[in-house]
């Protein structure tokens, strides 16, 4: 029994859908175009003229002699932004692993306050939690004052606005999505399943790699992903944490559309961006999603 | 302490100490943010005494004040669009399939997926060609395209729990489409559509990255103005306000899970 007929329902979906085709579809499409484009005399884009410079540009570099040049200015800020994204996926996996596993081996009535506690953080303004970082990083901030007290001088930490600061701050903005995939993973186990382990003569080590991480694995591959991601499309963090100096692929993004006014070469760093992040999505229900269904 | 042997927790002595390692690390730069928000001295980290003051320079910042304004308009108009085109969009959906039915769930989430860079300068691209003035309601329309999938979701999830068996009855009974809905599915859906609208209106107040660039210069938001602070230094006024609007974000969240849990 359905609640509408199908004709009704196309009139219902429609709305939300063709607001975010409008609004959302046409202005990627849009950006796709702009990125082939001939970038204007004084900012903007010269319509109609195509040029792939955009692309090029982002590996080379054309001298005075009109020579093309490599410069990796361009390749250092995507790979710095992959392996600060990388760092982060193992921090927030070896910090939200043990905390899924602990929350999923809760009483039912604790595990949802757990949870209810891990996404909190997720919904407050993220601007404010870089701050709040800034904080206790900052030199005579609080960690600062935390190691004097206890007798370790650092004459200033010297940690706010380095990849460090960055990093500590990626981590702590992403964390959620790594705890909430392994978790709902974790959530099913059976308790008697790993006592069978040990009763089995299994040691801790056995336990774990047998049993307990199998079954976290899909949760795993997700909460990566879902860390990986975003984090590779960070823009407040490095802004604030790196203070502007160490600028991720969204700080580039961002800047040719405010003092650089390089709006092809903006929109072709955007569209390889989201190419990368809709591919990675791609694999991944291609290569996840399905399993649960083939194993049945 | 009794210890739990059908927990298996106690076989892995690491992993305790790692979760409250992990709780105090997502909780300390919040608790320490709203300690030193009311920190009486000048130099925001050190802590010489309780005072309030700051909330008082804060809340009498004309421009704060002005932005914060600026912020209610654009979270209060995208949460009503959005949450009326996703409770729409979720009857649409919620059960039985169609031709297409993959095609509009990749839509209604495709929001979640791009990178916010992504859709901020793709927005202000198209809203420059097609002569959108940038300003409040430029950031409204964007903020309505992200705040679609974030009350969808909770709409969605109460209207699958939904027992179908009640519609059914109402047709049995002959109530027509309308009816059925104002008696049976309202009733039924409205903590989800609160919960929905609840969270857009969040997710819409503390965005900053594309408020920033498709906004115009009379249409500061609140997080601008607060970047723009922070960018100056790190001072008590910063402290109270983002303490505030920490505080906002937790009891709207608080509220908004609350009102999901209310039983059908």
């Given at each position: 029994m359905e609640i509408f007929t199908r004709h009704k329902r196309f009139w219902l979906v429609a709305p939300a859908v063709i607001y975010i085709g409008f609004f959302m579809g046409l202005p990627l499409v849009q950006m796709a175009y702009v990125s082939i484009l001939e970038r204007g005399a004084n900012g903007g884009v010269n319509w109609g003229s195509f040029s792939f410079d955009s692309y090029i540009s982002f590996i080379f570099e054309r001298d005075l002699m009109d020579n093309l040049m490599v410069n990796t200015d361009y390749l250092q800020i995507f790979l710095r932004s992959f392996g600060l994204s990388a760092l982060t996926t193992v921090l927030a996996l070896i910090l939200g692993f043990p905390t899924a596993f602990y929350i999923a081996m809760q009483p039912q009535k604790r595990r949802n306050m757990f949870i209810f506690l891990v996404t909190i953080p997720f919904w407050t303004n993220i601007l404010v939690r870089n701050y709040a970082w800034m904080l206790l990083l900052r030199n005579g901030g609080l960690i600062d004052h935390f190691l004097a007290s206890v007798g370790?001088?650092?004459?200033?930490?010297?940690?706010?606005?380095?990849p460090y600061a960055v990093s500590i701050g990626l981590t702590y903005t992403y964390l959620p999505f790594m705890v909430l995939p392994i978790y709902a993973s974790l959530?099913?186990?059976?308790h008697r399943l790993i006592e069978a382990a040990f009763d089995l003569g299994a040691n801790k080590r056995k336990a774990m790699t047998r049993i307990i991480l199998p079954l976290a694995t899909p949760g795993i591959v997700a909460g990566a992903i879902l860390v990986f991601i975003p984090c590779l499309g960070a823009y407040v963090t490095p802004e604030l944490l790196g203070g502007g100096?160490?600028?991720?692929i969204s700080n580039l993004i961002g800047s040719q559309f405010g003092a650089a006014r390089n709006w092809p070469f903006g929109s072709a760093l955007g569209f390889v961006l989201l190419a990368m992040v809709l591919l990675a999505m791609l694999v991944y229900s291609l290569k996840f999603k399905k399993l649960p269904e083939d194993a049945s | 302490m009794k210890i739990d042997r059908a927990n298996p927790l106690w076989r892995f002595h690491g992993i305790t100490p790692m979760a409250i390692f992990f709780f105090a690390y997502l909780y300390l730069p919040i608790i320490v943010l709203l300690v030193l928000s009311?920190?009486?001295?000048?130099?925001?980290?050190?802590?010489?005494g309780f005072s309030t003051k700051w909330y008082s320079v804060v809340l009498g910042n004309d421009d704060m004040l002005r932005s914060a304004k600026n912020s209610l308009i654009i979270a209060l108009s995208s949460t009503i669009i959005a949450t009326i085109a996703a409770t729409l969009a979720a009857m649409g959906m919620a059960r039985g399939r169609f031709r297409g039915e993959g095609g509009v769930a990749a839509m209604l989430t495709l929001p979640l997926l791009v990178p916010e860079i992504v859709t901020a300068i793709a927005t202000l691209l198209f809203f420059i060609v097609i002569g959108v003035k940038l300003g409040l309601l430029s950031i409204i329309i964007a903020h309505t395209v992200f705040c679609i999938p974030f009350a969808y979701l909770p709409i969605r999830a109460r209207l699958d729990g939904m027992d179908p068996a009640l519609i059914e009855a109402a047709n049995d009974l002959y109530a027509n489409e309308w009816q059925a809905f104002k008696r049976i599915t309202f009733p039924l859906l409205w903590p989800g559509i609160l919960s929905g609208a609840m969270l857009s209106f969040i997710i819409s107040l503390d965005d900053f990255v594309i408020s920033y660039f498709?906004?115009?210069?009379?249409?500061?938001?609140l997080p601008i103005y607060i970047f723009g602070m922070i960018r100056i230094g790190i001072t008590p006024e910063v402290n109270a306000i983002s303490a505030l609007m920490l505080i906002i974000s937790i009891v709207f969240v608080s509220i908004s899970f609350l009102i999901d849990r209310v039983r059908y």
């Open positions: 370790i001088q650092t004459g200033g930490l010297d940690i706010l606005y380095t959530e099913k186990l059976d100096k160490f600028m991720m | 009311f920190n009486e001295n000048r130099l925001a980290t050190i802590w010489t498709v906004g115009g210069a009379g249409s500061t938001t």
